[in-house]
Every structure is written in C-alpha cells, then in structure tokens.
C-alpha cells in the first residue's frame, strides 16, 4: 500500500455539473481514510502556479447540487511542455502532495499521465458534458447538460406550437453527437444531424413538407455542435435558413450553447461522480495509478489512461502511426469490441430517433 498523506484534486478543460460532487466525494473519502486533500485551483495552472487551498469536510459543505467547479477551470497550454509538467512536479513535491485525482475530459487525461510518468501518481475522472470519452459508457455532466437542452426544446416547443413554426436548436458536444441525438429523442424531434451519422438533408426537407401539409404545427430539429458546413463553419444556422426557403415553413434558430454547461446537476451525474471519486482514492491509496475511472454496465470499473486515449482515437478516426504499436493483440481486440459496440449502440439510437420522428 502506497503511503499517502496528502492528495491533491483539480478540475480541467470544460466544466461540467457533477463535478463539485466527485471534489466533495475525493475529499470526504480521503479525509475519512486519514490522508489530508488539497484543492488546486483553476487546473493545471494552478498546479504550476502553486495556486493550492486546503479542503476539509467544511469547504466542500452544500456544493453536491452547484454546478460548475468550485476550484474553477482553464486550459493551460503551457503545460502540455515538459517544462509546464516539471514545474507542476515541483509544486507537488514543495506541498507535499503525493497523488493527483484530475476531473476533466481526454486533454485532462493526457496531463494526468504525464504527471504520473513524472513521478506523482495520478487518476483521471471524465468530467465532460460531451459524453466523447469512448470507454465509458456516461461522463460526469452528460445527463445534466441532456435534461438542460430537454428544458430548453420543450420551453421552444411550447411557442412553436402556438405559431406553428420550426426551430432548429444546435446543441453543444464538440465532435460528439450524443448531448443532441438523446435530446432530440426525449423531445421528439423530426430531424437529428449528428457528427457520426451521415444526415439527409434532402429526405428532412421533405418529411417536414409532409407533416406540414398533414398539419403539425410545431417542429423541433436538432443539429449537434461538431455538424459542419464544408467550409467548417456551423450548419444548424444554414439548415434554419434552408428550411424556411424550401419549404415555406417559418424557422426559427436557437443556440443554447454554454447554458447546457451549467446548473443544477441531476441524480445521475452526482452518483456517478460520487462513485468515481470514492474509488479513485481507494485506488491510489492501494498504488494503482495512471488510470481512467469509467461507467460501464452500471459498474465503476478503472481502465489503463493510454488504452482509453487510443481506444478515443480508434474511435474517432484519428489514430496516429505507432498508435497501437504498445498494445498486445488482445488489448487491440477489446479497444475494437468497445469501439464496435459504441457505434452500434449509437447507429441503432439515431434509428429509433428516425423511427419516431413524426
Ligand atoms: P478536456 O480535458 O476537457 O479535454 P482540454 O483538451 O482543453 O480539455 O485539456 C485540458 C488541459 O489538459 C489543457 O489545458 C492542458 O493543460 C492539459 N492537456 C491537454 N492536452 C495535453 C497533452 N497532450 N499533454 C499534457 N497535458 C495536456
């Protein structure tokens, strides 16, 4: 058993409600084990800064149900150079800190490695509204940030109904489809244009003609953050245009954007990150490190940092050469079975959206 007596936690990259929860579990379940916790503030700019609070059960009181990160967040692009993570080295060593518990999403994860090669033992919790972390089945903040556009579509709705319009709503989620396809799902979109699915343009046109001479008033379509024109800029805003021009129907554009980011965090999100914090300081405590906490099968099951990064570029596409040069042929076969199994899962979800949309 390792000897810990301090760990440091930190959130990093985009925010995501749920995270005050699993700071709270991090440090209520290492004080309770013994091993005092400190808060790094604003990322790993914090961490080079030596910008460092002490938390106790007192700090973390009443913030399971705040979105946002009470230790705040930002990108730190110095610390992708060797020289940012030697600095951060120092400060863990100046204060005494003698593991890492990194809550953010994939770039977060890279910095935890880094960390750990350098000699402080580090653990990852995907704390990401994008649900875009391949080997976990739900990242802390994706069930908040679906409920928030539910919110926000069905508030639109309400008011299409009444004028019988169309609103096109772009949902937030970088390169990944999933806040917008279980949006336009639960909200009964006619259309969904995600990121991974091929969209038809010209069959959405036409259902929307149909429907509107069988006379349905209000029309809700979805289009997810990371659909792009082929010059790069956002599509939801041209297909506004586009379906107004072509089938008569008034549309209206509506752009959420960071508002799915914050509040209130939902049953789900506090559980799951609950659960990943508390395991995340068991397994340091036990000496493991270099590890990404992930949901799968509603268990809470740790997986190697570098094959879940390969696992996400096996996934998106993008692996690199030498990629899976360190991998053995079964831990190729598994990163494949996951990758297969999320594609699935997505394609026959984005079915059912098509199923439905009436
Ligand atoms: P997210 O964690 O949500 O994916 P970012 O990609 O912005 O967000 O990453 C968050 C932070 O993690 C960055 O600002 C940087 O400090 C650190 N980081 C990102 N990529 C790397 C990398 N390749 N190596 C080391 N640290 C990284």
New binding site residues.
Partial sequence: MAEFRKIGVLT???DAPGMNACIKAVVNKALSMGIEVVGVVG???GLMNGDLIPLTYQSVNNIVAQGGTMLYS???????YEE??QTAVKTCRENGIDALVCI????????A??MTNHGIPSIGLP??IDNDITATDNTIGFHTAVETALDLIDCLRDTCESHARLNVVEIMGRDCGQCALYAAIASGAVAVAIPEVPFDEAAALEKIRTLRAQGKRSMIVVVAEGVTNPDGTPYAETLAKRIEAETGVETKFARPAHIVRGGRPVMKDRTLATAMGVKAVELLVEGKSNLVMCEIDSNIVPIDINFALITDRMYKNKLKDGDLDSFTSEQLGKMRTICHRRTEELKSLYKIAMDVSF
């Fill in positions: 990093s990259g985009g990322g790993y700019a930002s990108r730190c692009p110095e610390f992708k940012g993570v953010g999403g994939d770039g977060t994860f890279r910095g490695t880094d704390g990401t």
